[in-house]
């Protein structure tokens, strides 16, 4: 049984950095690749970044040169490394893997980032 925990969100101004993290039990890569995905108030869950087994990335043009997917095996644990934080990007951080599976969703973590 997967269990994804994420944590590193909270208020942020304009400009600044989060690191978010994505504890697992079990096996990461039991998936093809682990993603982080992110959902404002009213509107449709969506992709941020993934990365596969592999190491290969997949950033959102949205995000792209602000974000970044990691992982460490070790820890057995995922990163989003988020910059140049935009009020845009408020929403709630979840991981998940890539395509998601229904009963891998957390409770996620708030990003909230002001003006």
């Known amino acids: 049984q997967v269990q994804l925990v994420e944590s590193g969100g909270g208020l942020v101004q304009a400009g600044g950095s989060l690191r978010l993290s994505c504890a697992a039990s079990?096996?990461?890569?039991?998936?093809?690749?682990m993603a982080w995905y992110r959902q404002a108030p009213g509107k449709q869950r969506e992709l941020v970044a993934a990365i596969t087994s592999a190491g290969s990335t997949n950033i959102a043009d949205s995000v792209k040169g602000r974000f970044a997917i990691s992982i460490d095996n070790a820890k057995n644990t995922v990163y989003l490394q988020m910059n140049s934080l935009k009020p845009d990007d408020t929403a709630v951080y979840y991981c998940?893997?890539?395509?998601?599976?229904?009963?891998?969703w957390g409770q996620g973590t708030q990003v909230t980032v002001s003006s």
């Open positions: 079990g096996s990461i890569f039991g998936p093809s690749a």
């Open positions: 998940n893997s890539d395509p998601p599976f229904s009963r891998y």
